[in-house]
């Protein structure tokens, strides 16, 4: 019996003190070093261009913006500014990393993207530039900043978490590649710069899963820099109208293999509506869009990105499935109606 207690009692009891946690590797030190070196450098570059946006009454919710320009245009989300409406002009006050409030004006918006450009009433400041997300691989070290919760300037770090994810903008249409990251985001970061290592800004963060960690969402820049002249020419980005409803349906084989497709889905179409440019083309309802301007068509949304590249009041190719016929009709786009 003693001999078992001695033991039990020999078992439990520690043989040497703690040990302290062990120093990194010299590797890891200077990966370390790196990272902060890095993050401190883009925080440097960059948070002079990081702007809080919030309307003229301070009850007014908060957002962030990037200024592109020395003259004052930045860049940030259409949700932020929308509603800001001072006698018919939309009209936000920006303050700057300095403690400066501008008065600024939103020059264009788009609902489709969530991305808007205002207008901030100054001279000489201080601007980024824009990269190429196009270029972006997943892992890569990106920086975000901008005002969570008013808190201005705030900067986090994180990586790309994956590419050409696909995200439904307020107005329930599709931004295309979508890019998502674990850089932490809250409410007030919205339409402040996505960052990569060298300080360029590639994305414009807009969205977060409310009930998820580490899911967050930016709007890539070369969607921005296809939008900006129109925005900021026309206060809008001019889409292409057709006027016919349709839904994405899967082709039959035997068509695949009588016409050569290399798709298994078109647009039906369910619905034209008299008189619009599709009525106008001989587009009938039970008709399979497989083309729009010489560009394969598989989904409604890839027929809205197709409107809104191809020029309103110009004739582009259409090729439709009608029973057992290929048919190519020319159909002229009107402008999407506000």
Known sequence: MSTARSEYISDDSPSSPPSAPLDPLPGEREALDAYSRVVVDVAEALRPAVVNLRGQSRRDGSGSGVLFTPDGFLLTNHHVVHGHVVHGNESVRVRLTDGRELDGQ???????????VVHANGVGLPHAAFGDSAALRVGQLVVAIGSPFGFDSTVTA??????????RSITGHLVDNVIQTDAALNPGNSGGPLVDSRGRVIGVNTAVIAPAQGICFAIPINAAKHILPQLMQHGRVVRGYLGLHGRAVPVRRSLIRQ????????????????????????IQPGDLIVELG??????VDAMHRLLSELPVGIPASIVLLR?????????VPAEYPV
Do not use: C, M
Not at 158 to 167: C, F, H, K, P
Not at 294 to 299: M, T
Not at 323 to 331: A, D, H, I, S, T
């Open 106 to 116: 939103v020059v264009g918006a788009d609902p489709w993207t969530d991305l808007a």
């Open 158 to 167: 994180g990586v790309i978490s994956a590419l050409g994810r696909t995200l």
């Open 259 to 282: 016409f050569g497709l290399s798709q298994e889905y078109a647009v039906e179409v369910q619905a034209v509506e008299p008189g619009a440019p599709a009525d106008e083309a001989g």
């Open 294 to 299: 010489e560009k394969q068509v598989s989904s």
């Open 323 to 331: 029973e057992l016929r290929r048919l190519q009709r020319f159909v």
